[in-house]
T-cell receptor, first 117, second 113 residues
Framework: AQTVTQSQPEMSVQEAETVTLSCTYD???????LFWYKQPPSRQMILVIR??????QNATENRFSVNFQKAAKSFSLKISDSQLGDAAMYFC??????????????FGPGTRLSVLP | DGGITQSPKYLFRKEGQNVTLSCEQN?????MYWYRQDPGQGLRLIYY???????QKGDIAEGYSVSREKKESFPLTVTSAQKNPTAFYLC????????????FGDGTRLSIL
């Protein structure tokens, strides 16, 4: 079974600075999808960014970008120009390309990010 | 606006009582899911459904039940058999396809009286 690890339970960053959240995963599959979700204090999970394993180019969404290292099974999230609204719990998630019914959407334990003014 | 609505936001259960958490979506998604979230842990899958009148157990289905009588609705019942129900429950939906992300509701926090 696949597993997702987020080794940093908590992190903090100064407003306007850059922070990187780490995520590693374990899988024997070659085709899969990776996601970063944000869960602010309001508790609604929001999709931040998505990466297809077959794409070498790292995904970017405005101030959010990933560093996808397939061989190392690493999928870190970089937040540039951090804002107070970025404070949230961040979850890394893995989904097999063979997961047609959604039962293997695997989430990491999360990293709580604080943004300091 | 399209989205997923969970209700209530907070729910309290007495010992031996069954309670039902509501989840409604107007995104026209076929797939719906229920997750349990505990502090320091990722989301754990309780039940999922790909089509109306069909659903499957996830990793932690014991003590829970669901129904899928309508495409837009996927209620979760926490039964008295669930001995540790205190948690945050999240409902999600998605379009069919492995590359599709899941869209989440605001969640329901269930506590024991």
């Amino acid at each position: 079974a696949q597993t997702v690890t987020q080794s940093q339970p908590e992190m903090s960053v100064q407003e306007a600075e850059t922070v990187t959240l780490s995520c590693t995963y374990d899988t024997s599959e070659s085709d899969y999808y990776l996601f970063w979700y944000k869960q602010p204090p309001s508790r609604q999970m929001i999709l931040v960014i998505r990466q297809e394993a077959y794409k070498q180019q790292n995904a970017t969404e405005n101030r959010f970008s990933v560093n996808f290292q397939k061989a190392a099974k690493s999928f870190s999230l970089k937040i540039s120009d951090s804002q107070l609204g970025d404070a949230a719990m961040y979850f890394c998630a893995y989904r097999s390309a063979l997961d047609f019914d959604g039962q293997n959407f695997v989430f990491g334990p999360g990293t709580r990010l604080s943004v300091l003014p | 606006d399209g989205g997923i609505t969970q209700s209530p936001k907070y729910l309290f259960r007495k010992e031996g009582q069954n309670v039902t958490l509501s989840c409604e979506q107007n995104l026209n998604h076929d797939a719906m899911y229920w997750y349990r979230q505990d502090p320091g842990q990722g989301l754990r899958l309780i039940y999922y459904s790909q089509i109306v009148n069909d659903f499957q157990k996830g990793d932690i289905a014991e003590g829970y039940s669901v129904s899928r009588e309508k495409k837009e609705s996927f209620p979760l019942t926490v039964t008295s058999a669930q001995k540790n129900p205190t948690a945050f429950y999240l409902c999600a939906s998605s379009i069919q396809g492995a590359n599709q992300p899941q869209h989440f509701g605001d969640g329901t926090r269930l506590s024991i009286l």
